[in-house]
């Protein structure tokens, strides 16, 4: 008898060690790990006290980005006591057990998500895990990445396994053509309001379908990126030539008949035509409008044209409660329309959205116009690589030019652990993920959605159609 | 890691949906290198008034869920960051276990590893306990993994699954890495094959 895979079954397969139980448990070999300064200090405080060594050292790199500053100028000082007291200990945990740094002075340092792939570290067929949600970027390079805990990253670090339970699977297939000024951030937001915050929770994903084929590999990473908070435990695509073309030239590729030889193997890497998916999604791109959350879900979300939805329309109890609640912690009234929500904040950055292209779609809107008098807009780029090539093309001209702050790499105000964080009733335009309370600063609003409409809202003041741009009166 | 088997408590309601990691732990617990401290943290920012004191409105600063063993929780409960200082926190303050209907998939995990339990349960059960527990005379309960049940105050019985292998590492309170590390000899045999198929990931 042959049953017919799904690339998440290859994956799997491919990398199961031994069967640990029938109820779909595995140890799973993982070939490759990002750490980053704050969900590592324990795990390798674990290691140290058992006296355990790290397996495959070359296997794990480290990067610097969570709690760092993103002053235009860079120092290797932390304002704070802990974030030191964290680079500190991760400088000496990379020394002692022959992990791979890229600290805060280096020119490869910037979000790990970001620097992962930009340095070739992640390739095609690859199961990948990470101290960070956000791991499941990596599918949109044909890997399977999914974000663990801190005893997870020691278990890891030891073993370069982890005990695994096998998922149900859910195909998303997009077909049709994005309008104008639609992106991929839209299309993921679309999903996650349609499927909600807990749709895909204990599924992995596959996306396909003509539209994810048309989208830039950068443009795919947002998808696989922000599918987590639709509860997915990884997202992932079939590798195809473009993937091939981003990873050929990247610092740590295959080189040679090494190459040639992946990429064969790479071809290989789909699903069977045949394969059973445990769920069905289809969504129709051309009638995807501009995305952003009003409320402090990543589900909690509308085209721009609509208007704050009314919870007595709510027949679900629970639901109705959370809208009112929603409503009621970002300041918001029912019937309110979206474009007329005033804003004090614009931030462009995260491992969703920081990548040159990204930054080249804000260039576009804000080139020859400037950021509204009573905002606060700041930039900051995914990775030093990124500033740099953003520099060289001269979009951080046009960004300063414009008034917005333009920033060293890091993740910044997405989560606030650095000194980025936003005041009690502050409100942000933000291209990144998560929209939680208090997630910007305790009491902040934030707003998600595409770098382009965070540029549209804070040249604007407030948040607007990024295709009205222009047409203002 | 302590075992798991007969654990009697108070269990306070929290069904609000997609309560997330930021909420449970936020930003500023975030900052150590060991695991400390963090009882102080877990919802901090509705537990405690901007003034510092105990927010009065909330569940588990009321008298009779004061100390409460167990949660009761909404939908996706867990949602969001990895951030495993969540459950760091959650079991410093003595939280046993959780019970709802779904939860995010690393904050369940990061719960197993630190042997606090899981306890999924239909939408209808949830909800009938979430009410039980909801009022302070039928609020102590008592869970005993061994048997898979939930006890309520007036003796009935409602019963959970589990993985049988979630089951026995919390009842031993194993260690995860020691226990794969005895597979040791079969991992090295699977890298060494696999590294060999796929001479480019060496």
């Given at each position: 008898m042959t049953s017919a895979k799904t690339l998440y079954d290859k994956h799997i397969d491919s990398h199961t060690v031994c069967k640990l139980d029938d109820d779909g448990h595995v140890l799973l070999y993982i070939d490759r790990q990002v750490l980053n300064e704050y969900t590592s200090p324990q795990a390798f405080s674990g290691l140290r006290e058992a006296g355990r060594?790290?397996?495959?050292?070359?296997?794990h790199l480290a990067v610097v980005d969570h709690v760092n500053p993103t002053a235009s100028l860079r120092t290797?000082?932390?304002?704070d006591e802990g974030g030191a007291q964290q680079v500190s200990y991760l400088g000496e945990n990379c020394q002692d057990f022959g992990i791979e740094l890229f600290d805060i002075l280096d020119q490869r340092q910037g979000i790990e998500h970001v620097v992962a792939p930009e340095q070739g570290f992640i390739f095609p067929g690859m199961v990948v895990a990470a101290g960070d949600s956000h791991t499941t970027t990596y599918g949109a390079l044909g890997a399977f990445g999914f974000g663990i805990g801190t005893s997870e990253i020691e278990h890891l670090l030891a073993t370069q396994t982890l005990v695994y339970k096998r998922l149900k699977s859910m195909r998303v297939t997009v077909d049709g053509i994005l309008g104008t000024a639609v992106t991929s951030k839209d299309l993921i937001m679309a999903l996650i309001h349609k499927i909600g915050a807990s749709g895909a929770t204990g599924f992995a994903i596959e996306f396909c379908g003509s539209t994810i084929c048309n989208l830039s590999v950068e443009a795919r990473m947002t998808i696989c990126n922000m599918a987590v908070e639709a509860g997915a435990r990884g997202a992932y695509m079939a590798p195809d030539d473009k993937v091939f073309e981003y990873l050929k030239e990247k610092p740590r590729s295959p080189k040679g008949e090494h190459w040639k030889q992946a990429v064969k193997k790479w071809r290989t890497l789909r699903s069977d035509d045949d394969a059973k998916f445990d769920e069905e999604v289809k969504i129709d791109a051309s009638c995807i409008q501009p995305m952003v959350t009003w409320?402090?879900?990543?589900?909690?979300a509308l085209p721009i044209q609509s208007t704050i939805p009314n919870p007595?329309?709510?027949?679900d109890p629970h639901v109705r409660n959370d809208t009112y609640r929603a409503i009621e912690y970002m300041g918001l009234k029912v019937g309110q329309q979206l474009t007329e929500i005033p804003i004090s904040h614009a931030f462009i950055g995260s491992c969703t959205n920081s990548r040159i292209e990204d930054l080249r779609e804000v260039a576009d809107v804000v080139r020859n116009r400037h950021v509204a008098s009573n905002v606060q807009a700041i930039i900051v780029p995914g990775s030093t690589e990124v500033r740099n090539q953003a520099e060289s093309e001269g979009l951080a001209d046009i960004f300063k030019k414009a008034g917005f702050e333009w920033r060293q790499s890091g993740?910044?105000?997405?989560?606030?652990?650095?000194?980025?964080v936003l005041q009690p009733g502050d409100r942000c335009a933000s291209s990144t993920n998560r929209n939680f309370e208090g997630r910007q600063g305790a009491g902040a609003r934030t707003h998600l959605m595409s770098p382009g409409m965070v540029a549209a809202a804070a040249i604007s003041g407030h948040l607007m159609d990024i295709r009205k741009i222009g047409q203002e009166v | 890691m302590k075992p798991f088997n007969i654990v009697n408590g108070k269990a306070a309601p929290l069904l609000a949906a997609n309560i997330d990691t930021d909420v449970i732990m936020p930003k500023q617990f975030l900052k150590g290198i060991d695991r400390q401290g963090l009882d102080h943290g877990v919802f901090f920012d509705q537990r405690f008034l901007t003034s510092g004191e105990p927010n009065p409105d909330f569940i588990l600063n009321q008298s009779e869920w004061q100390e409460s063993t167990f949660l009761v929780v909404g939908p996706n409960f867990g949602c969001g960051s990895s951030r495993e200082h969540a459950v760091w926190g959650l079991k410093q303050l003595g939280i046993r276990a959780l019970i709802g209907t779904t939860f995010a998939g690393i904050f369940y995990d990061n719960c197993q590893r630190n042997g606090v339990l899981i306890i999924q349960l239909p939408e209808n059960s949830l909800l009938e306990l979430g009410q039980v527990i909801s009022n302070a005379k039928s609020n102590e309960i008592q869970i005993n993994l061994q048997e898979q049940q939930i006890k309520l105050k007036d003796n009935s019985v409602t019963h959970f699954d589990i993985d049988h292998l979630r089951k026995t590492a919390l009842l031993e309170g194993l260690d995860a890495v020691g226990s794969t590390l005895q597979r040791k000899e079969l991992i090295d045999h699977f890298e060494h094959k696999y590294l060999k198929t796929n001479p480019w990931l060496q």
């Open positions: 060594q790290v397996k495959r050292p070359k296997t290797a000082e932390m304002p409320g402090t879900s990543p589900d909690q007595e329309l709510i027949t993740c910044s105000m997405c989560l606030a652990m650095n000194d980025d | -």
